[in-house]
């Protein structure tokens, strides 16, 4: 990015808002990351949530792991307190037995099965990057094209933290949070006199980019930033860093290549599930990918304060966007006064592609 390139901030005019934001659920015709692979056991059962559907995560002794809906079809107890056998899962209570498709194919005292009123729904379900993914909208458009590609992820050259949390706030502040860099002086006491510089945007249908870059207007580098963008390629003269953030509903990205440098020093790819039925609550799952520096072992060495520095900056970001949760709560509605082109075309994507309030759920 040439420093004779930067442009001044469009007043670009993206329309009148059709729903209150903060009201909109999150489409369910994509494919979610649910659960850590890593905490559904062999043999075990998993309890998640995707926006107040409670679902069961199914990993069998052998095969593949499956997503059923988390009830018994006989007296609607909980299927994750059943019994993995075999490839099955057996209720914990009479032992109606289903498999990966939700049918029940054992009711051990009667042979009454074969009825759909006795199976129940199952979730087209894949793992991949160490997470379990769920389809939770229309069978139909579970394909393996609308599946996410995070090519950092299976990259070598990159290492991979996970963030895994929840934060009790509408999906869509996290969005707005992530986009608008004007909010360093949130990060202050960990990032230091940082000055964001906005620098263009982009946007379709169902997508919304912008690029920033960054300039030090007071004191040095924190450490923690220095380790995690590594040994730096000489920047030729009138070059500069770029960071690029991405919502491609209903994913999020961002992407930051130091000055000079072909690859990104830091390639992050995030999504925000809501856990309950109002959307007001979401399960934060990302994979934060940072390119090796020459000396590979470096990263591994200054890893755990990696750890520690991403996560006082996502502590910051987590307070700030559950107080935004509580203002609305209060409040009623979506009162923000946003002024950022970035945001409101970024409010213009989410809304447009979410599902409005009061739409009947079909699936
Ligand atoms: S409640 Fe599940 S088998 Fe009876
Ligand atoms: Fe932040």
Same mark, same amino acid.
Request: hydrophobic letters at 35%.
């Given at each position: 990015?040439?420093?004779?390139?930067?442009?001044?901030?469009?007043?670009?005019?993206?329309?009148?808002?059709?729903?209150?934001?903060?009201?909109?659920?999150?489409?369910?015709?994509? @494919?979610?990351?649910?659960?850590?692979?890593?905490?559904?056991?062999?043999?075990?059962?998993?309890?998640?949530?995707?926006?107040?559907?409670?679902?069961?995560?199914?990993?069998?002794?052998?095969?593949?792991?499956?997503?059923?809906?988390?009830?018994?079809?006989?007296?609607?107890?909980?299927?994750?307190?059943?019994?993995?056998?075999?490839?099955?899962?057996?209720?914990?209570?009479?032992?109606?037995?289903?498999?990966?498709?939700?049918?029940?194919?054992?009711?051990?005292?009667?042979?009454?099965?074969?009825?759909?009123?006795?199976?129940?729904?199952?979730?087209?379900?894949?793992?991949?990057?160490?997470?379990?993914?769920?389809?939770?909208?229309?069978?139909?458009?579970?394909?393996?094209?609308?599946?996410?590609?995070?090519?950092?992820?299976?990259?070598?050259?990159?290492?991979?933290?996970?963030?895994?949390?929840?934060?009790?706030?509408?999906?869509?502040?996290?969005?707005?949070?992530?986009?608008?860099?004007?909010?360093?002086?949130?990060?202050?006491?960990?990032?230091?006199?940082?000055?964001?510089?906005?620098?263009?945007?982009?946007?379709?249908?169902? @997508?919304?980019?912008?690029?920033?870059?960054?300039?030090?207007?007071?004191?040095?580098?924190?450490?923690?930033?220095?380790?995690?963008?590594?040994?730096?390629?000489?920047?030729?003269?009138?070059?500069?860093?770029?960071?690029?953030?991405?919502?491609?509903?209903?994913?999020?990205?961002?992407?930051?290549?130091?000055?000079?440098?072909?690859?990104?020093?830091? *390639?992050? @790819?995030?999504?925000?599930?809501?856990?309950?039925?109002?959307?007001?609550?979401?399960?934060?799952?990302?994979?934060?990918?940072?390119?090796?520096?020459?000396?590979?072992?470096?990263? *591994?060495?200054?890893?755990?304060?990696?750890? @520690?520095?991403?996560?006082?900056?996502?502590?910051?970001?987590?307070?700030?966007?559950?107080?935004?949760?509580?203002?609305?709560?209060?409040?009623?509605?979506?009162?923000?006064?946003?002024?950022?082109?970035?945001?409101?075309?970024?409010?213009?994507?989410?809304?447009?592609?979410?599902?409005?309030?009061?739409?009947?759920?079909?699936?």
């Amino acid at each position: 990015m040439s420093v004779e390139n930067v442009p001044e901030v469009p007043q670009i005019e993206f329309g009148e808002e059709v729903a209150d934001i903060r009201k909109t659920a999150i489409d369910p015709n994509f @494919w979610y990351p649910i659960a850590r692979s890593k905490d559904v056991k062999r043999g075990k059962t998993r309890a998640v949530s995707f926006s107040g559907e409670s679902i069961v995560l199914v990993r069998p002794t052998k095969g593949k792991l499956f997503a059923l809906e988390n009830r018994c079809a006989h007296r609607q107890v909980p299927l994750d307190i059943g019994k993995v056998s075999g490839c099955t899962i057996k209720c914990g209570y009479h032992g109606w037995e289903y498999d990966a498709n939700g049918d029940c194919i054992s009711i051990p005292y009667l042979d009454a099965r074969k009825t759909t009123r006795n199976n129940v729904k199952h979730y087209p379900s894949k793992e991949a990057y160490g997470l379990v993914f769920i389809f939770p909208g229309d069978i139909d458009k579970a394909t393996d094209e609308t599946f996410p590609n995070v090519p950092s992820a299976t990259n070598p050259k990159y290492k991979t933290r996970y963030l895994d949390r929840t934060v009790d706030c509408h999906y869509t502040f996290m969005h707005e949070n992530l986009m608008d860099m004007n909010h360093q002086f949130l990060h202050r006491k960990l990032m230091g006199g940082i000055k964001t510089m906005f620098l263009g945007m982009r946007h379709g249908s169902n @997508w919304f980019e912008s690029d920033y870059t960054f300039t030090r207007a007071t004191g040095s580098q924190p450490l923690g930033e220095k380790f995690m963008l590594g040994d730096r390629p000489k920047a030729a003269p009138g070059e500069r860093d770029l960071m690029t953030i991405r919502t491609e509903y209903p994913y999020q990205t961002l992407k930051f290549w130091t000055a000079g440098s072909e690859e990104p020093a830091l *390639d992050l @790819w995030n999504i925000y599930v809501p856990i309950d039925k109002e959307n007001r609550k979401n399960h934060t799952f990302g994979l934060m990918m940072i390119r090796r520096p020459k000396i590979s072992l470096l990263l *591994d060495i200054f890893w755990p304060f990696i750890v @520690w520095f991403t996560n006082g900056i996502f502590k910051e970001d987590r307070i700030i966007c559950e107080l935004e949760q509580n203002a609305f709560d209060n409040q009623g509605s979506d009162l923000n006064n946003e002024v950022f082109p970035a945001i409101k075309g970024l409010r213009k994507v989410l809304i447009e592609n979410g599902v409005a309030p009061n739409t009947p759920n079909t699936n």
